[in-house]
């Protein structure tokens, strides 16, 4: 997919991406505490189906369920070396998923151990780890690349640096966000915008984060500085935990869908659904669009 065709994509109408994956995924049996990735991969039927429920939903964009499988996420279960069968193979479950009727985004994420000063990782490790998994990603045939639940503008900035060293795809940055706008690790989601924005990044905005109803004033601020699409994909309210740590979500997909139209009023071109989201609410976004 050229930067050309990602912008006729948007300018033809609000761009509808999918819902939460890992939630979801427990929820049709994966155990806590395992590799997401290496579940989904080998539950090839399960991943599938959830995927293809999004597109029969309305989404335009589904993400590949490669979203820890760099070689730190995989470390953590002694599955780095299998970063290359992993991502290569969750991007190929993914096009069979979409059948040609939606695009596929590798999904990329922090990992999780901040940049120096503020933590040990190194910028030119970062590089290196993001760029490993982005080659694998690209030559697995993803159409584009998103980047979600990022932490830092200089983590958005390493991972488009490195997306760019690789291919020319179209590449989507969304950060988690305080309601107040602000980011986990200092700046706020208007410094963001501009500066990944002059970096190249063909839409940014935010994800997981809280419910939609709390994000209308920050997307207008996005949109008050953004020259790129503005990208809004929160959760279903803020989760309550039951007593076998199961996260429970209070938006209904009627509610979700309503908070959401004020989120495109305010300017959001590209939305979607994060923590405690599923097809019922993709199909919800639809109707409302």
Known sequence: MTQSDFSALVERGVVLLDGATGSQLRAKGMPVGVSTELWAYEHP?????????????????????????????????????????????????????????????????????????????????????????????????????????????????????????????PVMCTLTIEADGHLLFGGNVVEAVETLQALGVSAVGLNCSVGPDQLAAVVASMKAVAAVPVIAKPNAGMPVMDEQGQAHYSMTPARFAGSMKRLVDAGARIIGGCCGTGPEYIAALKGML
């Open 45 to 169: 039927e399960v991943i599938v189906a959830l995927q293809r429920a999004y597109v029969d939903a309305g989404s335009d964009i589904i993400y590949a369920p490669t979203f820890s499988a760099n070689r730190v996420g995989l470390g953590l279960h002694s599955l780095e070396h299998r970063l290359a069968e992993l991502n290569a193979g969750l991007v190929k479950l993914s096009k069979q998923a979409a059948g040609g009727r939606a695009l596929v985004a590798g999904d990329f994420t922090t990992t999780g151990k901040p940049l120096e000063p503020i933590g040990p990782m190194s910028y030119q490790a970062l590089l290196d780890i993001y760029r490993e998994q982005i080659e694998v990603v690209v030559a697995a045939g993803a159409d584009l690349l998103g980047a979600e639940t990022m932490l830092t503008v200089d983590e958005c900035a390493c991972f488009v640096e490195a997306a760019r060293s690789v291919c020319d795809l």
